[in-house]
T-cell receptor
Protein backbone atom coordinates (compact mmCIF):
# COMPACT_ATOMS: atom_id res chain seq x y z
CA UNK A 1 0.00 0.00 0.00
CA UNK A 2 1.13 3.53 -0.68
CA UNK A 3 1.37 5.67 2.43
CA UNK A 4 3.22 8.47 4.16
CA UNK A 5 3.89 8.53 7.88
CA UNK A 6 4.95 11.53 9.89
CA UNK A 7 5.64 10.10 13.33
CA UNK A 8 5.69 13.41 15.18
CA UNK A 9 2.40 15.26 15.53
CA UNK A 10 3.86 18.20 17.46
CA UNK A 11 7.43 19.43 17.79
CA UNK A 12 8.65 22.39 19.80
CA UNK A 13 12.08 23.91 19.29
CA UNK A 14 13.81 27.04 20.46
CA UNK A 15 14.59 29.77 18.00
CA UNK A 16 18.05 29.24 16.56
CA UNK A 17 18.02 25.51 17.24
CA UNK A 18 18.28 22.91 14.52
CA UNK A 19 15.24 21.07 13.26
CA UNK A 20 14.53 17.67 11.78
CA UNK A 21 11.05 16.55 10.81
CA UNK A 22 10.64 12.90 10.03
CA UNK A 23 8.83 11.37 7.08
CA UNK A 24 8.60 7.72 6.11
CA UNK A 25 6.94 6.43 2.98
CA UNK A 26 5.72 3.17 1.55
CA UNK A 27 5.80 2.88 -2.22
CA UNK A 28 6.66 0.07 -4.58
CA UNK A 29 8.54 2.07 -7.18
CA UNK A 30 10.78 5.12 -7.31
CA UNK A 31 9.05 7.69 -5.13
CA UNK A 32 8.47 11.31 -5.96
CA UNK A 33 8.45 13.14 -2.64
CA UNK A 34 7.50 16.62 -1.54
CA UNK A 35 7.45 18.76 1.55
CA UNK A 36 4.80 21.44 1.91
CA UNK A 37 4.29 24.01 4.65
CA UNK A 38 0.97 25.41 5.79
CA UNK A 39 0.97 28.56 7.89
CA UNK A 40 -2.15 29.34 9.95
CA UNK A 41 -5.00 30.31 7.66
CA UNK A 42 -2.86 29.83 4.57
CA UNK A 43 -2.63 27.38 1.75
CA UNK A 44 0.10 24.84 1.14
CA UNK A 45 3.44 26.18 -0.01
CA UNK A 46 5.95 23.91 -1.69
CA UNK A 47 9.25 23.78 0.21
CA UNK A 48 11.12 21.25 -1.88
CA UNK A 49 10.78 18.11 -3.94
CA UNK A 50 12.72 14.98 -4.78
CA UNK A 51 12.38 13.28 -8.13
CA UNK A 52 15.70 11.58 -8.71
CA UNK A 53 19.43 12.20 -8.64
CA UNK A 54 21.13 13.86 -5.70
CA UNK A 55 19.58 12.55 -2.51
CA UNK A 56 20.11 15.84 -0.65
CA UNK A 57 17.60 18.36 -1.90
CA UNK A 58 17.69 22.08 -1.20
CA UNK A 59 14.50 24.05 -0.86
CA UNK A 60 13.26 27.49 -0.03
CA UNK A 61 13.58 29.28 3.32
CA UNK A 62 16.80 27.42 4.15
CA UNK A 63 15.22 23.97 4.29
CA UNK A 64 16.76 20.79 2.96
CA UNK A 65 15.69 17.16 2.87
CA UNK A 66 17.56 13.93 2.46
CA UNK A 67 16.14 10.93 0.63
CA UNK A 68 17.25 7.59 2.04
CA UNK A 69 15.92 4.68 0.06
CA UNK A 70 17.24 2.07 2.52
CA UNK A 71 15.23 3.68 5.31
CA UNK A 72 12.24 4.73 3.18
CA UNK A 73 12.67 8.19 4.63
CA UNK A 74 12.65 11.77 3.43
CA UNK A 75 13.42 13.88 6.50
CA UNK A 76 13.26 17.66 6.44
CA UNK A 77 15.99 19.67 8.12
CA UNK A 78 16.91 23.23 8.90
CA UNK A 79 20.11 24.23 10.72
CA UNK A 80 18.66 27.24 12.54
CA UNK A 81 14.94 27.76 13.06
CA UNK A 82 13.32 31.19 12.97
CA UNK A 83 10.10 32.13 14.77
CA UNK A 84 8.43 32.55 11.39
CA UNK A 85 8.95 28.83 10.70
CA UNK A 86 6.14 27.98 13.12
CA UNK A 87 3.61 26.20 10.93
CA UNK A 88 2.38 22.77 9.95
CA UNK A 89 4.57 20.70 7.69
CA UNK A 90 3.33 18.00 5.36
CA UNK A 91 5.29 15.32 3.61
CA UNK A 92 3.67 13.99 0.43
CA UNK A 93 4.19 11.17 -2.03
CA UNK A 94 3.11 11.35 -5.63
CA UNK A 95 1.00 8.36 -6.52
CA UNK A 96 1.48 8.17 -10.25
CA UNK A 97 -1.02 5.41 -10.67
CA UNK A 98 -3.77 7.64 -9.36
CA UNK A 99 -2.46 11.10 -10.29
CA UNK A 100 -2.69 12.30 -6.74
CA UNK A 101 -0.58 13.30 -3.77
CA UNK A 102 -0.74 11.15 -0.66
CA UNK A 103 -0.11 13.28 2.39
CA UNK A 104 1.14 12.46 5.82
CA UNK A 105 -0.84 13.63 8.83
CA UNK A 106 1.41 16.63 9.27
CA UNK A 107 3.78 17.86 11.98
CA UNK A 108 2.92 21.04 13.80
CA UNK A 109 6.02 23.03 14.66
CA UNK A 110 6.10 25.52 17.51
CA UNK A 111 9.08 27.83 17.97
CA UNK A 112 9.95 29.25 21.38
CA UNK A 113 11.79 32.57 21.55
CA UNK B 1 1.61 33.44 -3.96
CA UNK B 2 1.37 30.22 -5.98
CA UNK B 3 -0.65 31.74 -8.81
CA UNK B 4 -3.63 29.48 -8.07
CA UNK B 5 -6.72 31.39 -7.01
CA UNK B 6 -9.76 30.12 -5.19
CA UNK B 7 -13.06 31.78 -4.41
CA UNK B 8 -14.68 32.31 -2.06
CA UNK B 9 -12.26 32.27 0.88
CA UNK B 10 -14.98 31.45 3.37
CA UNK B 11 -18.40 29.95 2.95
CA UNK B 12 -20.99 29.42 5.65
CA UNK B 13 -24.13 27.54 4.78
CA UNK B 14 -26.74 25.22 6.23
CA UNK B 15 -27.22 21.49 6.03
CA UNK B 16 -28.99 20.34 2.91
CA UNK B 17 -27.75 23.25 0.82
CA UNK B 18 -25.61 23.26 -2.29
CA UNK B 19 -22.45 25.32 -2.86
CA UNK B 20 -19.95 25.85 -5.65
CA UNK B 21 -16.25 26.41 -5.10
CA UNK B 22 -14.20 27.94 -7.86
CA UNK B 23 -10.57 27.53 -8.80
CA UNK B 24 -8.39 29.23 -11.40
CA UNK B 25 -5.13 27.38 -12.10
CA UNK B 26 -1.76 28.96 -12.73
CA UNK B 27 -1.31 30.36 -16.17
CA UNK B 28 -0.35 27.54 -18.51
CA UNK B 29 -1.34 24.72 -16.18
CA UNK B 30 -3.70 22.19 -17.70
CA UNK B 31 -4.27 19.96 -14.70
CA UNK B 32 -6.44 20.79 -11.71
CA UNK B 33 -6.74 18.77 -8.50
CA UNK B 34 -9.17 19.11 -5.61
CA UNK B 35 -8.31 18.13 -2.05
CA UNK B 36 -10.25 18.21 1.19
CA UNK B 37 -8.56 18.94 4.52
CA UNK B 38 -10.47 18.01 7.65
CA UNK B 39 -9.43 17.42 11.23
CA UNK B 40 -10.32 13.74 11.23
CA UNK B 41 -9.30 12.75 7.68
CA UNK B 42 -6.35 15.05 7.05
CA UNK B 43 -5.59 15.98 3.45
CA UNK B 44 -7.48 13.77 1.03
CA UNK B 45 -7.48 13.78 -2.75
CA UNK B 46 -10.92 14.21 -4.27
CA UNK B 47 -10.65 14.48 -8.04
CA UNK B 48 -8.42 15.57 -10.90
CA UNK B 49 -9.11 17.12 -14.29
CA UNK B 50 -6.75 17.53 -17.18
CA UNK B 51 -7.61 19.86 -20.04
CA UNK B 52 -11.31 19.50 -19.41
CA UNK B 53 -11.41 15.75 -18.85
CA UNK B 54 -11.71 13.85 -15.62
CA UNK B 55 -8.48 11.90 -15.04
CA UNK B 56 -8.58 10.48 -11.54
CA UNK B 57 -11.02 10.11 -8.71
CA UNK B 58 -10.26 9.73 -5.05
CA UNK B 59 -12.42 9.74 -1.98
CA UNK B 60 -15.10 11.92 -3.49
CA UNK B 61 -18.66 11.48 -2.33
CA UNK B 62 -21.46 11.03 -4.84
CA UNK B 63 -22.97 14.29 -3.55
CA UNK B 64 -19.86 16.07 -4.83
CA UNK B 65 -19.04 16.75 -8.45
CA UNK B 66 -16.55 18.83 -10.36
CA UNK B 67 -15.83 20.06 -13.84
CA UNK B 68 -13.15 21.92 -15.72
CA UNK B 69 -14.20 24.50 -18.25
CA UNK B 70 -12.61 25.42 -21.62
CA UNK B 71 -10.79 28.35 -20.00
CA UNK B 72 -9.33 25.72 -17.60
CA UNK B 73 -10.92 27.04 -14.44
CA UNK B 74 -12.60 24.40 -12.33
CA UNK B 75 -15.60 24.23 -10.06
CA UNK B 76 -16.34 21.83 -7.25
CA UNK B 77 -20.02 21.40 -6.50
CA UNK B 78 -21.08 20.12 -3.10
CA UNK B 79 -24.74 19.28 -2.59
CA UNK B 80 -27.01 18.01 0.19
CA UNK B 81 -24.43 19.32 2.59
CA UNK B 82 -23.90 17.66 5.94
CA UNK B 83 -22.14 18.87 9.06
CA UNK B 84 -19.26 16.54 8.27
CA UNK B 85 -18.57 18.33 5.00
CA UNK B 86 -17.17 21.27 6.93
CA UNK B 87 -13.54 21.43 5.88
CA UNK B 88 -10.91 23.35 4.00
CA UNK B 89 -11.06 22.63 0.28
CA UNK B 90 -7.90 23.13 -1.74
CA UNK B 91 -7.37 23.34 -5.42
CA UNK B 92 -3.97 22.62 -6.92
CA UNK B 93 -2.69 22.87 -10.46
CA UNK B 94 0.18 21.49 -12.47
CA UNK B 95 1.43 21.81 -16.01
CA UNK B 96 0.68 18.21 -16.91
CA UNK B 97 -0.54 15.07 -15.25
CA UNK B 98 2.56 12.99 -15.71
CA UNK B 99 4.33 11.14 -12.98
CA UNK B 100 6.22 13.46 -10.70
CA UNK B 101 4.65 16.71 -11.79
CA UNK B 102 4.64 19.42 -9.13
CA UNK B 103 1.31 20.58 -7.78
CA UNK B 104 0.90 24.18 -6.65
CA UNK B 105 -1.86 24.87 -4.18
CA UNK B 106 -4.31 27.71 -3.85
CA UNK B 107 -5.18 29.37 -0.53
CA UNK B 108 -8.25 27.18 -0.03
CA UNK B 109 -11.94 27.72 0.65
CA UNK B 110 -13.08 27.15 4.20
CA UNK B 111 -16.56 25.66 4.21
CA UNK B 112 -18.63 25.70 7.37
CA UNK B 113 -21.90 23.80 7.39
CA UNK B 114 -24.24 24.73 10.25
Amino acid sequence: AQSVTQPDIHITVSEGASLELRCNYSYGATPYLFWYVQSPGQGLQLLLKYFSGDTLVQGIKGFEAEFKRSQSSFNLRKPSVHWSDAAEYFCALFSGGYNKLIFGAGTRLAVHP
Amino acid sequence: DSGVTQTPKHLITATGQRVTLRCSPRSGDLSVYWYQQSLDQGLQFLIQYYNGEERAKGNILERFSAQQFPDLHSELNLSSLELGDSALYFCASSVQDRVGNTQYFGPGTRLTVL
